[in-house]
């Protein structure tokens, strides 16, 4: 157990959520911070507030909607069709520009004014939905960034980097929160809670990992959809 403090970048959904109980494991103490960004579903924010309270973690919330106005795109532009696959010559319409970049830098500012190193983000580089700023690269590359332009220790930590679906949710249930994690967050770009509408592309790769997990452990099929 590091005996330090980490702040979580959380949403609430599959992936920041099961970081959050990661975090927990390493961290002395964990402080999550969600942001408001002009998502088409808001209620992530009141579940992100609920898990974190349930999971006893102090909770923030930061209004940066301006980030939708900046770029298009179909998570936040609701005349717009969610691209169902990724095409071949662009990336898809469910990429908010800046999104992470954003939403880490802010993070940095937040976590240096109360004294906190560690930042925690559930971006991962395996199931890379062709968003640049879910890569590795990027990752590192901003870590050297913030320390440079704020002068701080920050250290970046990505445990869902270089795992695949079925293993994050296998992280869940060594952690003992697949349940909770599979109930409570929402993934779904149709805003549908736990197992969600199916078909997006979200749940789609969200439940594709899940019965892959399923089938590696053989659950009880009592379990299983
Ligand atoms: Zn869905």
């Known amino acids: 157990m590091n005996n330090e403090k980490a702040l979580i970048v959380f949403s609430g959904g599959q992936d920041s959520t099961t970081c959050l109980f990661w975090a927990k494991r390493q961290f002395k103490e964990v402080v999550a911070l969600s942001f408001i960004y002009g998502q088409k579903h808001q209620q992530e924010v009141e579940l992100a507030r609920q898990i974190a309270s349930d999971a006893n973690v102090e909770f923030h919330v930061m209004d940066v909607s301006f980030i939708a106005s900046l770029g298009r795109n179909s998570l936040t532009d609701t005349t717009m069709v969610m691209d169902a696959e990724k095409p071949d010559s662009r990336l898809p319409n469910t990429f908010v520009p800046g999104r992470n970049l954003f939403f880490l830098s802010i993070a940095a500012v937040f976590a240096r004014e109360n004294d906190i190193n560690h930042l925690v983000t559930g971006v991962s580089q395996t199931d890379f939905s062709g968003y640049p700023d879910c890569r590795d690269e990027f990752i590192k590359s901003l870590n050297v960034t913030l320390n440079l332009a704020m002068e701080h220790p920050f250290v970046i930590h990505t445990p869902l980097m270089w795992i695949d679906k079925a293993q994050t949710w296998a992280l869940a249930d060594q952690l003992g929160v697949l349940d909770i994690i599979r ?15 199916g078909h997006c592309p979200a749940c789609k790769l969200r439940n594709d990992g899940l019965q892959r997990y399923f089938s590696l452990v053989d659950k009880d099929d009592a379990y299983k959809k």
């Open 183 to 197: 109930n409570q967050t929402l993934t779904c770009y149709n805003g549908m809670i736990g197992d969600g509408c």
